[in-house]
Each structure stands twice: as C-alpha cells, then as structure tokens.
C-alpha cells in the first residue's frame, strides 16, 4: 500500500498533547470517535471504515491497559432516543473487529453508565449509547459535558470528521479533564495541515463539486504555494461563464461570479496554471437515460447541463499531474452518482492514483468516488472528513484542536 511508504509530510503541527504523551495505564480513557456508520434498514451496517480508522488508537490504548470508553454520535436522533439510530449495532461489529469482549452500555452518563465502568479492568472496551440521544451533546451543554467527563481521567479526540463542531463531546469535556489527539485525528492534521503549509512542490490543486462558494476558501488559502489548480465539476462553470463564454443550463452561481474572476486572475498574476474543462458531457437532465453528448466546453448548446468533464478534459487533467510532487483532491469533477456523469471523476481517480506524488484525496464524495473507481489503497491519504477537512483546507482552526490540552502544559 502507497500509504505506507509515504510517512505524513509534517510532524508536530498540532501543539496539542497527543494520545502517546499520555501514560494511559490503568486509566479511564474517554475516547471520542466517529462511528457514524452507514445502516441499512435491517440495522447492519453496510460500510464499516470510520470503525476500521479509529482501530489504532482504540488497540493502543488497550495495550497500554486503559479502561476505554468509546463515545460518538449516530444518525441525527436530535435529542431523543431512537432505537435505529443505537450505537449497538456498532459494538457488535467492534467486537469482531477487536476480536475480544466490547461492553454496550445502553445510555451515555449517569450513575448506572459510572457504575459499568468503575468494575472494567485494564484493558476493557465499552462503547456508550449515541451521544445524540440528549439534547446537551449538540447544545454543547456544560452539565451534560461534566457528566461525560465524570466517566474518565483522560479525554482523546479521534473524531474528525466531527472536530468542527462546537458539541459538548467535542469541545465540553476538554474543559474539564487533560485532552489529548488521537492517531487518526493527529495523522489527519499532518497530512491537510502539510498540504496546505509545506507541500513537496510542484504542488497541485484538483478542485470540484457543485459550487464555487464550497471551495473558495481553499483556493484562497491554496494561493500561496500551489503551482497547478485543476477545476472541475459544477464549479467549473461558473469560472467560464465569468470568462465571458455560455455555458448552457449548466450550474452557474450568478452571485460568485465576480468572486471567480478575481480568483483566478489572483493566481494568474501569481504564476498558478489554472485549467478549466475544454470539453464536456452534456444533457437536458440529469436522469439516468436522457440523451447525452460530448461537446466541447465554448460549445454547450441552450437548453443543455455540463454534468461530467469529457475525455480531453481527463487526458490534459492527466498530462497536467504528471510532474507532481503533491497532490490534493476535492470534489467530483461530475454527477458521479449517475452512471453516465461518472466517467470523469473515475479517470481522474485513476490518474490520481496513479501519480508518482503524494496524494491527498478529501471530502466524502471524493472518498467514495475512489473507493468506486477501486484505487483506494493506491492513495497516499483519505481523509475521514467533509466540513472539517474544508475547514483546515481552508486555514481554519477546528474548535475540537483547539480545546485539546497545549502540549507545553
Ligand atoms: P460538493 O459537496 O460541493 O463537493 O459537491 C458534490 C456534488 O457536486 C456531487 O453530488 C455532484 O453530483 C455534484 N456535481 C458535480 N459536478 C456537477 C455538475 N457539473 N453539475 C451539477 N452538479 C455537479
């Protein structure tokens, strides 16, 4: 696997304790992680990644004879109980997973939650029920947060794609107990972090999805060591129409057009080649069977949608990454979910995966999309989150790497 051979571009970028600065033994640790695992109407579950990311951390703080308590939030239960969203069927897999005995406890705090964990021994495994199920965890509540914190010595962080949320699991319990990263949350910053500060160049930028204003805050703060951005999807449309070409019905964002045409004249002064569709798949809708063509990108008939790149967009996309040293991917660079919209985002996938760069693929469409094209292992990096991997993308402080202990203290 690519991803081994590859150690993170960037060590020590937190400045917060992490998980190994901590001597676990004996301890109640508090983990918080991001099981927020797809069901099926049965309640099995059909993708187990996000239990399979955090296994490092949870094996680690067995063998150093934790007692570990694993929390996350399930579904979108706003405050009340809802069997399917319980967390149940999650330590049913864990136990498969860890091969050993994980206790369920069938609420998150409280005295009959303290008294479970007060009789686990070194080495014990609990996971508690949806934190979602009181409303104190999105209200980010500070009793509910006491109560949480109560259960344990030490708190870890291993949620990413949870850590821009202000919720009480999130950015409570640090105020309450020392806090530290896990190794997934530490391995996600390292790698988005060093993206964005301290890229291996030439470094190139492949950006896609619906909309201009999704990503123009990683494009800004991308400006100062990108040297190639790779434009596709719906966005891309928006960037020509502001051009002064039509683009058809295809998605145009009127009021980022200005906003667009400032961008990219911005990374043009600055030296940044700057790559847009030259060609493109075209329909009158986006159903599965209406009629599609290819045409090129200045000739997108009215009436019709630009939905995927064309295959001389994916060959240039191609050429273009061969030089790279990094490479970062975010968004499709069409209507993947359908069949006929699909074929760009899966070339590029290949080309990505292909590269002999250090690849970085974010944000959850583009996770499922090479994971679809089946080049996942071939990725040096996926990361686990959506908002909060545009947020570091973006520059932006995560409220859940904020509230971790200082490493200094
Ligand atoms: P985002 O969340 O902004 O990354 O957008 C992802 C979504 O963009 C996916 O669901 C795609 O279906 C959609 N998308 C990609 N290309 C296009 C396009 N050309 N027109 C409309 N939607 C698109």
Known sequence: MKNNLNPSPIKDVI?????????????????RVDFNVPLDENLNITD????????????YAIDEGAKVILASHLGRPKGKVNPRDSLAPVAKRLRRLLNKEVIFSPDCVGHQVKNIIDKMQPGDVIVLENLRFHE?????????????AELADYYINDAFGTAHRNHASIVGIPKFIPSAAGFLLK????YLKGVVNNPVRPFVAILGGAKVSGKIGVLENLEANVDKVLIGGGMAYTFIKAMGYEVGDSLVEKNMLETAQRIRKKLKARGVKFYLPVDCVIAHALEPGSETKI???LEIPPGWKALDIGPATARLFSEALQNAKT???????????????????????RSVADAY???????GDTDLAVHQAGVSDSISFISTGGGATLQLLEGKELPGIAALTDKKS
């Open 136 to 148: 104190g965890e999105e209200a980010n509540d500070e009793g509910f947060a006491k109560g949480l």
């Open 357 to 363: 760069a250090l690849t970085i693929v974010g944000g």
């Open 15 to 31: 400045g917060k304790l992490t998980i190994e600065d901590l001597d676990l033994k004996g301890k109640r640790v508090f983990v």
């Open 295 to 297: 045409v090129p990108t």
């Open 187 to 190: 391995k996600e910053i390292e």
């Open 327 to 349: 490479i970062l991917w975010n968004g499709p660079m069409g209507v993947f979910e359908v069949d006929a919209f699909s074929r760009g985002t899966f070339a590029v996938a």
């Open 48 to 59: 187990d990644r996000r239990i399979r990311s955090s296994l490092p951390t949870i094996n």
